[in-house]
Each structure stands twice: as C-alpha cells, then as structure tokens.
C-alpha cells in the first residue's frame, strides 16, 4: 500500500502560516530542529523521492541531542541503532569501507499544528537549502486510489487556510537536493 504525502513549497512567512493556522483553530504543539545525514552506495538517478529514501542509510538527530538514531539500516555488519557525536567519524569510516556514500546532510526546523479531532498534524518545515514547505499525510485516507488520498490531502489543507489547487505540485526534498534543482511531483512520499 503506498500512502501519499502533499509537500507543497510555500511562499510567504512562517508567521503567515502560524497566523492562518492558529486562526482556523489549530495549535502549534510541538517543535524541534533536525539534523539528517543520508549515505548510499547507489545510484540515485531517475528515483522517486520514496525510492532515495529506501536507498540511503539515514542517521538522524533532533534537537542537537548527544547522537544520531540509525534508519533504514541496509548494512547488516554494521546493525547499530545510535551512534553518538564521538563515534560519528569511525561510523562514516565504516560505512565508506562497504561503499557508502555522504549524499545529503539536511537541517530543518519542524512546527507541528494540532486541533481536537485531528488524527494527524499539519507540518511546516523550514529546510535549509529548499524554504518553507507544508506537509500533510492522513491514515484515514491510506486505503483510498492515490489520486483520492491526494485530493483528500489539498481539500483538507484549504480546510486550514490553504489555496491549493489539484494540479499544483508539491516539492521533493531529495531530488532537489540531489539534482541542485527544483523537482516536483504529486506524491512526496511515492
């Protein structure tokens, strides 16, 4: 089953967004910045956004805590889980002595919005390098056709002071990254 993701890039303040949102009745609930490092011994040209994620080791730290929590752990030598700021360089040794690659090192700031009722939360990310994004995804429409789950998606963004339309196309974080140049399609997560 494949969930759909909307990332849609913004162009005005966060103050704008937070305003707009707070005056629909959401609540900004949670904080934190991230600092992702992802490494790979693939080839990532002509992947989806989805498929680079799959393909990359993906250490992460949020709030510029003592270490990095290990994802999507694809080399079975080395089956670790954290490593800590110390241990950072002879992790990265090892990952290059089986072929593994730096292909991005991203920081971003996450604001989670929140109203009573919601089973999921409106994300605004400022990622350095790309801006200001909103994300969105929802398990109630996991089980819909794709198409739906999206249009789902927008219908309930403009519910929260919005103005997307269907054929807007939302930014993929990786491949622009990777590409160095603005890359769109309809599912942030496909």
Avoid: A
């Avoid at 909307?6 to 949670?30: A, C, P, R, S």
């Avoid at 739906?148 to 339309?165: H, T």
């Amino acid at each position: 089953m494949l969930i759909v993701e909307v990332g849609f890039k913004l162009d005005k303040t966060l103050e704008y967004y937070d305003k707009i949102l707070k005056m629909h009745g959401l609540e900004n609930d949670f904080n934190c910045e991230t600092h992702d490092i992802y490494y790979t011994k693939d080839n990532l040209n002509e992947l989806t956004e989805n498929e680079m994620k799959q393909k990359c080791i993906r250490l992460r730290n949020v709030n510029f805590k003592e270490g990095y929590k290990v994802e999507n752990k694809l080399l079975d030598s080395l089956n670790i889980d954290f490593v800590n700021e110390n241990e950072l360089l002879d992790f990265e040794n090892k990952l290059k002595e089986n072929g593994y690659l730096k292909v991005f090192d991203t920081k971003k700031k996450d604001h989670h919005y929140y109203k009573e009722g919601m089973n999921t939360k409106v994300q605004l990310q400022e990622i350095d390098d790309i801006g200001l994004l909103v994300y969105l995804d929802n398990s109630n429409y996991y089980e819909l056709p794709l198409e739906e789950q999206r249009n789902k998606l927008i219908d309930e963004l403009n519910s929260y002071g919005f103005d997307f339309k269907y054929t807007d196309l939302g930014l993929d974080k990786l491949r622009t990254l990777y590409y160095q140049e603005k890359k769109y399609s309809k599912n942030q997560n496909g």
